[in-house]
């Protein structure tokens, strides 16, 4: 029996943007995501980390994932022209200059989530200063930058951020890698840091500590509930009426291991939000009923977690959303908090293997 894990902090989600309209040069931009997830993946602290891309972004396209993933880092890559803008796509599929105005209104309505952009793009100095208004940490580039120095920095600069290593340094061991190869462009990347953007949010968090509002709770479990209602409405559950006990006991898991101040309480929202959904529906499930009446006052930690993490696991692999990727990385840190890191990837080779992947 797999005990509850203890209480820890969240992943930190890196939203990767790579852009590269149909009538600029071509870039690696593959290579350079592939590279950086290979490296996460190795990672000693890979389980802190949550990778998203979102490919040819428009300009809906990046509002809705910031809105969606509310990621602590950004990477852009692709073209920077300077003082125009960075290069992103129209409906077309063509170049479209976003302006450093845009850019810097975005991130100033994303400063309490965001922690660090990196715009890996010719020229993106420009864009990093106006950004660095309400981000702490940017990184931009000077002047033009080759294919393989941009991908030479990224993986550098995410192995230190996956060995636990600040952003700070993270820049530094990436300039440095650049010096070691037979690349001489590791003047190019500068970084830009506000302390104030930092001792606001610091400021922020302390009031928030003495004032606890629970708002915070609140987002903490967002991916989780989005997760439960997909869980709900997959056909997982309709496979297996009998399985949903063992989910559930892996969702309380998952709540510890979020640093949820009421696990019973916050299950018994998530049940009538999909009891409230089940009563709008035309039609609900059999196997549904004994579901929604299940008691959350029940004692979740003695049942076995590990098939409801599996099951977790299961629709991670068939959704392939980017909750699902959350739901992933979460079950991993749960696991490693109450099991080790050994075992929990005996477990996830177990799981693969199971599902033939």
């Not at 930190?12 to 592939?34: G, H, V």
């Not at 979020?258 to 059999?286: C, I, V, Y």
Request: with cysteine; proline share 4%; aromatic share 10%.
């Amino acid at each position: 029996m797999i005990p509850p894990p203890k209480a820890t902090t969240m992943a930190r989600t890196i939203l990767f943007l790579a852009a590269n309209p149909k009538n600029t040069a071509r870039l690696r931009l593959d290579e350079e995501f592939r590279e950086v997830q290979s490296g996460l993946e190795r990672a000693r602290k890979r389980d802190q980390f949550v990778l998203a891309q979102r490919l040819a972004p428009r300009s809906a396209d990046i509002r809705r994932a910031m809105l969606d993933i509310r990621p602590g880092i950004v990477h852009f890559c692709g073209h920077g022209s300077g003082s125009e803008g960075l290069v992103f796509e129209d409906p077309l599929g063509n170049a479209k200059l976003v302006s450093t105005r845009a850019l810097g209104g975005l991130f100033k309505l994303f400063a309490d989530s965001v922690d660090c952009v990196l715009l890996n793009a010719c020229y993106s100095a420009v864009q990093a200063r106006g950004i660095s208004k309400h981000i702490q940490y940017v990184i931009g580039m000077k002047k033009a930058i080759g294919d393989r120095a941009a991908i030479e920095f990224s993986v550098a600069f995410y192995d230190a951020l996956g060995s636990g290593e600040s952003y700070e340094f993270a820049y530094h061991i990436a300039c440095n890698a650049l010096s070691w190869s037979t690349i001489s462009e590791h003047l190019t990347p500068i970084l830009i840091t506000n302390d104030g953007v930092g001792k606001k949010r610091l400021a922020d968090s302390k009031l928030a500590a003495q004032h606890p509002s629970g708002a915070a709770d609140e987002d903490e479990n967002y991916y989780l509930g989005n997760l439960f209602r997909i869980w709900t409405h997959s056909g997982l559950l309709q496979e297996d009426a009998e399985g949903y006990k063992y989910v559930l006991s892996a969702f309380f898991g998952l709540l510890v291991a979020n640093g949820t101040k009421n696990p019973p309480e916050t299950m018994q929202q998530f049940l009538n939000e999909a009891k409230r959904e089940a009563s709008e529906a035309t039609s609900t499930p059999k196997s549904m009923f004994g579901f929604l009446e299940f008691d959350v006052s029940g004692p979740y930690e003695s049942l076995d977690v590990e098939e409801g993490y599996f099951r977790l696991w299961k629709l991670a692999c068939q959704e392939r959303r980017m909750i699902c990727a959350y739901c992933m990385a979460t079950v991993r840190l749960a696991l490693t908090q109450s099991v080790g890191e050994a075992r929990q990837q005996q477990l996830i080779g177990s799981w693969q293997k199971r599902l033939n992947l």
